[in-house]
């Protein structure tokens, strides 16, 4: 849900050029993507002293899937059935500025560093805890990365989504943990092309290029709607089904 700038002094300036938003990307302290239509790139920083690995949080994903805190197949289809059917709610009120992130992890990165260095191999990062260095795989459309001012973090359920089911409704706590789940399976560095194709949308109305990804896909949004206890529509729980009856029995 945002563009990179590579600086974070460029949060406001990138905020201020987006608007609202759905999902996070590189750089910048809101989702970045306007609904339906995010925008924005950043340069790489220059290399130094790798960073100490944060304190907490950057534990790697289990074998098999590319994010942390994945459930099988079959738990994800009761998650699904537990949710509540809603309707989308509106975007009145909604700002990225009430979602804060990037949040610090400490050893002076942020939510978005510690990510990159999750999600890449051999990353090497600066002083300042910025990935300047590494190879990446995206996802949604498995694209190859080895500059991370080109990769996007993606909110797996975008921020503006969230805020449509139910986050509309939540302190300023939770939607600080929302926007920097660490946990759960809700961030990923993916591909810049494919975090602004999908933008706020659900997966009724977006679905990842690669197919190969959508098992992954729909158990990891199914487990974020399902921990924060976000609504779906009818439309979003079929589609979810479709992707979960991709998963190998």
């Not at 699904?80 to 992130?101: I, Q, V």
């Not at 942020?110 to 600066?126: K, Y």
């Not at 989504?161 to 302190?171: K, Y």
Request: hydrophobic share 35%.
């Amino acid at each position: 849900m945002d563009r990179h700038t590579g600086v974070r002094g460029g949060v406001v300036a990138v905020a201020l050029l987006l608007g609202v938003s759905g999902c996070a990307g590189a750089g910048s302290s809101g989702d970045g993507k306007p609904p339906r239509k995010p925008a924005g790139t950043g340069p790489s920083a220059q290399a130094s002293t790798p960073a100490p690995p944060p304190s907490a949080g950057d534990a790697k994903p289990a074998s098999g899937d590319v994010l942390p805190g994945m459930v099988g197949a079959a738990v994800a289809r009761t998650q699904l059935a537990s949710l509540t059917t809603g309707k989308p709610g509106t975007m009145a009120g909604y700002s990225r500025d009430k979602f804060t992130h990037w949040a610090e992890q400490g050893n002076k990165c942020d939510t978005r560093e510690t990510v990159l260095r999750r999600d890449g191999a051999d990353v090497t990062q600066d002083s300042e805890c910025r990935a300047v260095s590494g190879r990446w795989k995206s996802l949604y459309d498995g694209v190859a990365v080895n500059e991370a001012s080109k990769l996007d973090i993606d909110h797996m359920v975008p921020l503006a989504e969230a805020w449509r089911s139910g986050a509309s409704g939540w302190d300023a706590a939770k939607r600080k943990a929302f926007a920097n789940d660490l946990t759960r399976p809700q961030l990923l560095a993916v591909s810049a092309a494919s975090n602004r194709s999908k933008g706020d949308q659900s997966p009724d109305l977006w679905q990842p290029p690669d197919k190969a990804s959508w098992c992954q896909y729909g158990r990891a949004w199914t487990t974020v709607k399902s921990h924060y206890g976000l609504t779906v529509t009818e439309a979003e729980r079929a589609m979810l089904t479709t992707m979960i009856d991709t998963c190998a029995s």
